[in-house]
């Protein structure tokens, strides 16, 4: 009897004078314009008011939205950090590009929308409540944090032996006639069939056509759009270390592409347990690839996603609590898009008991095989065999 109550003080211990003492996001950029398009598609950059790849207006907006959103709950509602900014309490980053840089910076502003004496007052040419603050990144090639693109020629080779496996060859065979379709439809000049990666363009301008809802060419029907993205979502999880086609779970590429980040993450909440921080509050400006990439280092990519890749805004919050005893734990939080309010995902991280909270010793333990330590000389090691 005695050991059963000492288990349930032990599960309900988190709630009882409960503290938060870190919150870290990490959010996919606003709407954008298409990266390309196809050659034959009708609508061309010039049809675009920004040109390839940049952040719209209206991803301007979601992301200002975004920021308010935060704001409310952790400066409003559940009192945690101060509404006016200060340097030591808050660190943004983001990738080295355009869209993610610009978004990071609409998503402050409507963070810090009430922030005061903050900017320069009584100067009527200043933008209204606007406070500067500043965001940090490094150049994409070497941006192993937040860019699951850059330069790592061991997942590279990953790639290649994953396509390299016969189950998804017969796959890939299986979508060649959409494939061949699509190519001669669109004007792309391809007839390497072994991925979806040759008609990537065709993804890119269809989808955000489809997004700001433009008449579209005849021959693209709902049926061959269902049947494309079906295709390429499922290539694109196994491509990043999902559990497919005969093969297990990738454990090492899901660590190329997400454990500095998970590292990161964690390292984070060591300096802020053991005092040598200030920091109460990390921003990460990034990409629908580093959010799906987060996920599966938390194995919780398809509970959160399905098939499907993070929406516009969409954004990841860790939380780090305390305990009144002093026992650290975590929450994790998933907001899918700008209309959308905050979700409770912790209980999809597999390792952490199915519950809202998970100790963040459980977390440690969960992630070790996820962590990305001494990045380069992983990336850089294409001798040593698979397993």
Not at 54 to 72: A, P, S, V, W
Not at 216 to 226: G, Q, R, V
Not at 349 to 378: P, V
Request: proline fraction near 4%; include cysteine.
């Amino acid at each position: 009897m005695f050991q059963f109550i000492f288990y349930v003080l032990i599960l309900i211990l988190p709630v009882i004078g409960e503290k938060l003492i870190l919150v870290q996001t990490i959010f996919r950029h606003g709407d954008r314009t298409p990266s390309t398009t196809y050659p034959n598609d009708p609508y061309q950059e010039s049809f675009w008011k920004e040109s390839w790849g940049q952040l719209t207006t209206k991803g301007m907006t979601q992301h200002f939205e975004q920021g308010i959103k935060i704001r409310d709950r952790y400066i409003y509602d559940h009192p945690f950090i101060s509404g006016e900014y200060r340097d030591y309490n808050v660190y943004v980053r983001s990738t080295d590009v355009n869209r993610t840089l610009m978004s990071a910076y609409s998503h402050i502003a409507g963070f810090y929308e009430n922030s005061n004496n903050t900017y320069p007052l009584g100067n009527g040419h200043w933008p209204t409540r606007w406070t500067p603050v500043p965001v940090h990144t490094v150049e994409r090639d070497d941006d192993h944090l937040l860019n699951t693109g850059a330069h790592c020629p061991r997942r590279d080779a990953i790639h290649e032996l994953l396509k390299s496996n016969s189950a998804f060859k017969a796959f890939m065979s299986q979508q060649e006639p959409l494939l061949r379709t699509i190519s001669q439809k669109t004007g792309i000049n391809t007839n390497d069939f072994n991925t979806f990666s040759h008609v990537e363009e065709f993804y890119s301008g269809t989808k955000i056509e489809k997004d700001n809802n433009l008449k579209l060419p005849a021959w693209i029907t709902d049926s061959l759009w269902e049947q494309f993205i079906n295709g390429k979502f499922r290539q694109d999880d196994y491509l990043s270390g999902n559990a497919d086609f005969g093969w297990p779970e990738n454990v090492e590429l899901i660590t190329l592409k997400g454990g500095v980040l998970l590292k990161t993450l964690i390292d984070n909440m060591d300096l802020v347990l053991a005092g040598r921080t200030k920091k109460k509050f990390f921003m990460y400006s990034a990409h629908d690839t580093t959010l799906s990439a987060l996920l599966r280092t938390l194995q919780a990519k398809h509970e959160v996603l399905g098939i499907y890749s993070p929406d516009y805004a969409a954004t990841i919050i860790l939380e780090l609590w305390e305990a009144d005893n002093k026992i650290p734990f975590i929450r994790v939080r998933y907001i899918p898009n700008a209309a959308s309010q905050i979700q409770h995902i912790t209980k999809f991280i597999k390792g952490c008991g199915g519950g809202d909270d998970c100790f963040l010793t459980d977390f440690k333990k969960r992630s070790e095989k996820f962590l990305g330590t001494h990045i380069h000389h992983l990336c850089g090691d294409t001798k040593r065999l698979f397993d």
